[in-house]
């Protein structure tokens, strides 16, 4: 198993760019998150998903978008890119099972910088 | 909304010593949970705690979950240079409520 999966690995944006962040996993979670974390602020949570074609808002949603057509993907779309959105970016799965719901797996990261 | 106090924010130790770190809430949560994260590498799960009051171990290192749930500590014993990290403390709500409440870290520096 390759866990989860996240590209690219870094990424430089102009202000205003749009681009698709990608997650996938092969553990057949039916949980799935974006974070972010930046120094001092911890990991918040962006958007996740409880199944397919089902999301929800996290903490700190404005200006992202995100779908989950498959229970393997789940893409983070930034609509218009702004220098706030410089961050790490973290997915995460988890399994359905309520026994296990938080204990959540992460992907490597993302590193965006948006200039 | 909810948030987490965790303690201490950073620590600088010598190889062998013993280390611990907690967390602390305002609310209550039905799961306390302890990931280590390595430079440049995303979150790894260490511990899971599910009932108050519980004490779980994983090698060195040993969590509890507080019996008023509303904090966790987590000791790591005899420290190695590998030990080298960020430590989060995330809480988790109850039924099918999957979201974290994530601590800001407590960044840990071994010197061999």
């Known amino acids: 198993n390759a866990g989860v999966t996240q590209t690219p690995k870094f990424q430089v944006l102009k202000t205003g760019q749009s681009m698709t962040l990608q997650c996938a996993q092969d553990m057949n979670h039916e949980y799935m998150s974006w974070y972010r974390q930046d120094p001092g602020m911890g990991l918040r949570l962006i958007h996740y998903s409880v199944g397919a074609g089902i999301t929800d808002q996290g903490e700190v949603p404005n200006g992202y978008n995100v779908s989950r057509s498959t229970t393997e993907d789940f893409p983070l779309r930034l609509l218009s890119a702004a220098p706030s959105q410089t961050s790490v970016y973290f997915c995460?799965?988890?399994?359905?099972?309520?026994?296990?719901?938080?204990?959540?797996?992460f992907g490597p990261g993302t590193r965006l910088t948006v200039t | 909304g909810q948030q987490l106090n965790q303690s201490p924010q950073s620590m600088f130790i010598q190889e062998g010593e013993d280390v611990s770190m907690n967390c602390t809430s305002s609310s209550i949560f039905n799961t306390w949970l302890w990931y280590k994260q390595d430079p440049g590498e995303g979150p790894v799960l260490l511990i899971a705690l599910y009932k108050a009051g519980e004490l779980t171990s994983n090698g060195r290192l040993t969590a509890q979950f507080g019996i008023t749930r509303k904090d966790s500590f987590l000791n790591i014993s005899a420290s190695i240079p590998s030990d080298v990290g960020i430590y989060f403390c995330a809480g988790g709500g109850g039924g099918s409520n999957y979201k974290l409440t994530f601590g800001k870290g407590t960044l840990l520096t071994v010197n061999p």
């Open positions: 995460a799965s988890s399994p359905g099972r309520v026994a296990v719901l938080h204990e959540q797996y």
